[in-house]
């Protein structure tokens, strides 16, 4: 007999049902990928870890990706509070991932200090079990400072709530709280006076809840200790909102256990991202959007190409039908080719209910999108120089007091290093003089590293000479040390820039003999400077006679002036002469007398290094690159620039090395083949043939069809280097390589690329990069023109670039090497475009 049930009988089971469902959905489990994940869940144990440079690079340790945000990183036993980059931080001795059991288990160790603990994470149905097992008590020397700390992004919790148990609170949207006077200074808090201090708890508690109200930022933090609650950015403008509970004295086993329940927003999917290029595209051109989707979205939409008529309305252009490309990291990945469309105008993208920000098909789309690195983005960046934009002034006449010979035996900040002499006429501390000339800063910070010097000369020196640019818009005065942006001055803006590049290297040449490894600050906290770089230093000499403070007949006793690091490095100077050589061909006719010092500075090093062994002195990315392809570049530069016949043979003589290496060579020798015979081009053929293989399966091996990098430092340099490549070879080769990948790249880096449609070229497409790190990164803003590193991997499958967090250097950091390839990778695109 069947026995039918009230409606309000069943009401109980169906809740009872319906929360069983929710609680199963929101259950978290380790995948296949080694990290625990739920429905818009991902708590990652250790997946990344520290890579040796920078300790806080805010990837590493117990991590949390919260409805597709990443929003706690470096969940790990940390000696402060709020730890900054120099700080000192475990390596991951073994990492253990058990799927069945639902623990991942990392075994961690300070070396220096010779004490390991474990941190075990485990689930726990809708949560993750944190503990911290010792084998050994926390050391004496780590009482008080030893506790497990994990870190919380700022602007994902501004305008948010917490919870310290009942106490309530909001997170602060600037850092204004309490400090307490230390006896150690803390090497990341920017100051190199005074006394050290410390942010004091914001709030403490047995239970943290975060972001109550939101759901989507929702965390729950419980322990078996107090938990305290810091913010930062007391400390440092890049610091982060801090959980903290201290390990406990004189224990061992499982010492610590936090419960981590991390909201999931029931039916959550991240919204569709249509990646495609700001810029636009060619009529003639290749035009593919990739719509970028969570694996659990089951639903299809045509993707639309939108025109947008002169009163506004919106009209659907046919194309082809969207196809199925396939998953790529965590997402699933659907492409509209459109390339049939050919009609200049303004269009969008749709996809569902996302749409596109507009964008232009037009046969000069790629003219003019050189103009903020060249108008905005190079003058700022110049050294030694103040520089004004009409009612702005961008900073100071720099470093004047440039710079002091670096200490024996001393490993530095940014892989700066000075070995066991000088290398040069003068003691360490001591004043190098005429150094305070010419050059860029490298990078977000303001060092004259070297080797990026004389890759931009190259770069910019490729582009005048290859596409001609004569463009005119900044005003250089070297009598006064001044520029003035948006200002013609009649003479063609690139080389200026070269000449600027060009004076500092021979500045080094004239000072020391020798190109150096580059010029830093002191200290960290100098190092740290944001704002104005005039006021970094006093602009005097240092005079050890005077106290600190006192000034008398131009000089100072305040010891703040910048180091030069000397050791001599034949690799350095090889790359050095490249550039001077490089410099000299386009200097000629527009200051003679500099393109005349050029070449002859560059002869004259490179005989120099023919009269004895090579000088090998490697240090991280500032002492050269590999010593072959450096001496290469010089030959071939001196060849283009001399036709001699000895650079020729040395060419010649170096091309077995080099064509093991192609990849890595190949725009430096698809330049010599007009200079050399015919035996050079035909030895290169097979290599070129190999590269074009090679680039046809980097292309199938994603959906955007070039290189992308999973390292610490994203990969835009990469994907241009790729392009650059392709155009080189394309213009030697031209029956061999096709140019697609030259466009394959523009388009990557302005917006189709994987985790968001923006361009990674500020002020350069609809939607570009308007929070970065460059020098004014403390505003949360951007210096036009700049080129970020773009989409960073967060291992094993996120792939991230922040636009509401600048600190992020790996994603968001200017380098100058990478603005003057956008400058000759959109001149390339432009020539290849015209009939």
């Known amino acids: ?80 509070p709020t730890p900054g980059q120099w700080d000192p931080v475990a390596i991951v001795v073994k990492r253990s991932v058990d799927k069945g059991a639902g623990t ?33 008590p926390v050391p004496k020397t780590l009482v008080g400072k030893a506790g497990f700390n994990l870190e919380f992004l700022p602007s994902a919790y501004f305008h948010h709530s917490y919870l310290a148990d009942a106490t309530t609170g909001i997170f602060p949207r600037y850092p204004a709280d309490r400090m307490t006077v230390t006896a150690e200074r803390n090497a990341a808090s920017g100051r190199s006076e005074g006394p050290g201090a410390e942010p004091m708890p914001i709030a403490k508690g047995s239970r943290f809840v975060l972001a109550p109200e939101d759901p989507a930022r929702r965390i729950t933090v419980s322990g078996d200790a107090p938990i305290m609650l810091y913010d930062g ?72 190409l939108l025109r947008i008529g002169d009163r506004g309305a919106i009209t659907p252009v046919a194309t082809g039908p969207a196809r199925e490309w396939g998953d790529y990291l965590r997402y699933h990945y659907l492409q509209l080719d459109f390339s049939a469309v050919t009609q200049p105008g303004l269009y969008m993208l749709e996809y569902g209910d996302v749409r596109t920000a507009p964008f232009r098909i037009a046969r000069d789309v790629y003219a003019n999108a050189w103009h903020p690195t060249n108008d905005v983005y190079f003058p700022v960046a110049m050294d030694h120089m103040s520089v004004n934009e009409a009612y702005r002034s961008w900073h100071g006449d720099s470093h004047r007091d440039d710079g002091r010979q670096a200490p024996l035996n001393h490993e530095h900040i940014d892989l700066y290093r ?10 360490p501390g001591e004043h190098i003089p005429g150094l305070n000339v010419g050059g860029w800063y490298d ?47 009649g003479k063609p803006d690139i080389v200026q820039q070269v000449a600027h ?80 050589a490089a410099a000299a061909r386009v200097l ?46 010089a030959a071939v530069e001196l060849l283009r620039a001399t036709g001699k016949r000895i650079y020729a043979d040395r060419v010649m003589a170096l091309w077995p090395g080099i064509a093991k290496n192609f990849r890595g060579n190949a725009v430096t020798a698809a330049a010599a083949i007009p200079f050399m015979p015919a035996s050079y081009r035909a030895a290169m053929e097979p290599m070129v043939r190999q590269w074009a293989k090679d680039s046809e399966a980097a292309a199938r091996a994603n959906p955007f069809g070039v290189p992308i990098t999973t390292g610490g430092w994203a990969g835009s340099g990469t994907v241009m280097g790729f392009a650059l490549t392709s155009a080189a070879l394309h ?6 390589v096709s140019n697609d990948a030259v466009y394959r790249g523009i388009a990557f880096m302005t917006g189709h690329h994987p985790g968001s449609d923006i361009s990674f070229v500020s002020a350069v497409g609809t939607k570009s990069k308007e929070v970065a790190y460059g020098n004014n990164r403390a505003d949360f803003s951007f210096i036009a023109g700049g080129v970020v590193p773009g989409v960073l991997v967060v291992k094993p499958d996120f792939p991230e670039n922040h636009e509401d967090w600048p600190f992020f250097w790996g994603e968001n950091e200017y380098v100058i090497p990478e603005g003057a390839a956008w400058i000759d990778l959109v001149n390339a695109a432009d020539r290849l475009g015209k009939p």
Request: hydrophobic share 40%; net charge negative.
């Open 233 to 304: 950015r007391n400390q440092a403008q890049n610091g982060w909102f801090v959980l903290r509970s201290m390990l406990p004295v004189g224990k061992v086993g499982t010492v610590l256990q936090w419960n981590v329940d991390v909201n999931a927003v029931t039916g959550w999917l991240r919204t569709p991202v249509i990646a495609h290029s700001q810029l636009g595209y060619l009529p003639g051109g290749t035009k593919v959007a990739t719509v970028e989707l969570d694996r659990n979205d089951a639903k299809r939409a045509p993707i639309r």
């Open 443 to 489: 990078a977000g910070d303001f060092d004259i590293r070297t080797q990026s010097q004389y890759e931009v000369i190259r770069s910019l020196v490729e582009s005048r000479e290859l596409y001609g640019l004569d463009r005119d818009t900044v005003s250089v005065d070297y009598a006064r040390r001044h520029v003035e942006m948006h200002v013609p001055d």
């Open 588 to 633: 000629k006719g527009q200051d003679d007398a500099l393109a005349t010092r050029a070449l002859t500075t560059a002869e004259k090093a490179w005989g120099e290094e023919q009269t004895h062994a090579p000088d090998i002195f490697v240090h991280g990315n500032t002492t050269g690159g590999p010593l072959d392809a450096e001496s290469f570049a």
């Open 501 to 580: 590049g060009t004076i500092q290297l021979l500045a080094q040449f004239d000072a020391v003999g020798h190109a150096i490894h580059g010029i830093v600050e002191p200290d960290v906290a100098q190092y740290t400077h944001l704002g104005d770089a005039v006021n970094k230093t006093d602009g005097l000499v240092y005079d050890p006679a005077l106290k600190v403070g006192e000034v008398r007949n131009g000089r100072s006793g305040t010891p703040d002036d910048r180091w030069v690091f000397t050791s001599k490095s034949s690799a350095l100077n090889y790359g050095a002469i490249a550039g001077l």
């Open 731 to 736: 213009r030697a080769f031209p029956d061999i």
């Open 418 to 427: 000075q070995g066991p002499t000088t290398d040069t006429p003068y003691k």
């Open 104 to 136: 991942i288990e990392t075994r961690m160790r300070y070396s220096e200090l010779n004490w390991d603990y474990v941190v075990c994470a485990e689930r726990k149905g809708t949560q993750v079990v944190i503990s911290v097992i010792l084998d050994k």
């Open 1 to 80: 007999m069947r026995r039918f049930l009230g409606f309000a009988a069943l009401v109980p089971l169906l809740l009872a049902s319906a929360s069983a469902l929710a609680q199963d959905a929101a259950a978290i489990a380790i995948n296949d990928a080694g990290y625990f994940e739920g429905a818009g869940v991902n708590i990652l144990a250790f997946s990344n870890s520290y890579d040796g440079l920078f300790a806080d690079s805010k990837i590493g340790g117990i991590e949390i990706i919260q409805q597709g945000l990443r929003s706690a990183t470096n969940g790990d036993v940390r000696l402060s």
